[in-house]
């Protein structure tokens, strides 16, 4: 038996699939369209590795989606392919209803046609895990109580729309078709391999360059961080004991203002990295107008996971920082490859005169 990930090159996806092999030798088939987001050099600790199966295509793909399910005897798939970034959907959403909308439901569709081929009681042992994202549930008041599974969904960007668009069909999959499907909503990972168009690696990687720190609007905005590889273990969790049809909610319980956080990262890079002239990084700090429509406040309830499947992250936030900031600060060369070309040509964009683009 073989699983099947999606969007395996990007940076949730890949440190998954090297977790996975990690704690398990069922083999992996990774689909993954490489777009500016996915890159191989994620995987090159299982290049080579016969238990990885790298193949390059889009999910929106039905014939070779299909031809992976057969070929492999694919017994879960895992969705991870999407397009990720807030302001590159504000920018330009077209490809996230491509992606996220159009492309999951053709997903859905080579997945039930496969699935209702099978034998009953492999039907019944086969999973569709859907990763999404606290982002379909809106923004909250300061004081609000934290996103449950049953809050009701008020996506405000198009990143977020596209996504809980998502949600509903694997949602509606499930209940019309009978499909096994699992749906994951997770707060902001950060971790290695995380893509430096992001708050905390473009962080790390301007303060090292001696580049602005662009805050937008006043930095007081709340997220919940949660170490990739907590994500990760707590999908693994989910798709071997969570009940087909049900969402589960993943969170840190590391609820932050986006200021708390750069000033953290600036910190752990004055002790590990000092400035040669010894003034802190936090120096570079710059506030620029706000994103166009941004949420102010996110926060996860993981409660039923750790009551129903017994997960917990292992990582706090000042120990899933520390590590992250040494991974990035040890692997450079990751960080010149993924910040050549195109990359420049988004930073400048976005942040032209320092101001997000409306
Ligand atoms: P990412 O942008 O780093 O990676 C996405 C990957 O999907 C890339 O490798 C890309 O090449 C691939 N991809 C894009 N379109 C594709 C297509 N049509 N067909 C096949 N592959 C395609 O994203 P990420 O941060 O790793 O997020 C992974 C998933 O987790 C997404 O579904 C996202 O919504 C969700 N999520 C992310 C976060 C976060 O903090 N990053 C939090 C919660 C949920
Ligand atoms: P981001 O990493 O883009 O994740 P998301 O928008 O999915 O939460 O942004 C995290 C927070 O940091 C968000 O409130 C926007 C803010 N942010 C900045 O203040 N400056 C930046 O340059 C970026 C990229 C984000």
Redesign the pocket.
């Known amino acids: 038996m073989t699983i099947l990930v999606t969007g395996g090159a990007g940076f949730i996806g890949s440190n998954f699939v090297l977790d996975w092999l990690a704690h398990h030798n069922e083999p992996v088939v990774n689909l993954d369209k490489l777009t500016y987001a996915g890159n191989l050099n994620n995987l090159a600790a299982v290049h080579g590795d016969p238990r990885h199966h790298f193949v390059r295509g889009d999910i929106g793909d039905t014939n070779l989606v299909t031809r992976l399910l057969h070929e492999y005897q694919v017994r879960a798939v895992l969705n991870f392919a999407a397009e990720s970034?807030?302001?590159r959907s504000i920018a330009g959403p077209a490809a996230f209803i491509d992606t996220n909308v159009v492309g999951t439901f053709q997903l859905l569709e080579a997945v039930r046609s496969y699935w209702s081929g099978l034998a009953i009681e492999v039907q019944a042992g086969f999973r569709f895990l859907h990763v999404s994202t606290d982002?379909v549930y809106g923004s909250l008041t300061p004081d609000a109580p934290a996103f449950d599974e049953q809050h009701c969904y008020a996506p405000n960007s198009p990143y977020s729309a596209s996504k809980a668009a998502s949600d509903h069909l694997v949602h509606a999959w499930h209940h019309t078709y009978g499909l096994p499907v699992l749906t994951t909503n997770c707060s902001?990972n950060y971790g290695p391999f995380h893509f430096p168009?992001?708050?905390i690696p473009?962080v790390i990687h301007n303060a090292l360059a001696g580049k602005p720190l662009?805050?937008?609007g006043d930095?007081r905005?709340v997220?919940d961080w949660l170490y990739v590889l907590d994500h990760c273990s707590a999908i693994r969790r989910v798709l071997e004991a969570g009940t087909p049809g049900e969402t589960y909610n993943i969170g840190g319980c590391n609820e932050m203002a986006?200021i708390d956080v750069v000033h953290t990262v600036c910190a752990i890079l004055d002790e590990l990295r000092p400035r040669p002239d010894g003034v802190t990084y936090a120096a570079q700090v710059s506030f620029v107008k706000d994103?166009p429509g941004?949420d102010r406040r996110y926060a996860i309830d993981a409660g039923k996971l750790e009551r129903e499947l017994g997960w917990r992250p292992q990582e706090t936030f000042q120990t899933g920082i520390c590590k992250t900031v040494e991974w990035f600060l040890t692997h450079q060369d990751w960080v010149e490859d993924v910040t050549s070309g195109a990359y420049r040509d988004w930073v400048e964009k976005q942040y032209a005169d320092g101001h997000p683009r409306p």
């Open positions: 970034h807030v302001d982002e902001n168009e992001k708050l473009l662009p805050i937008y930095g905005q997220r986006n994103r941004h």
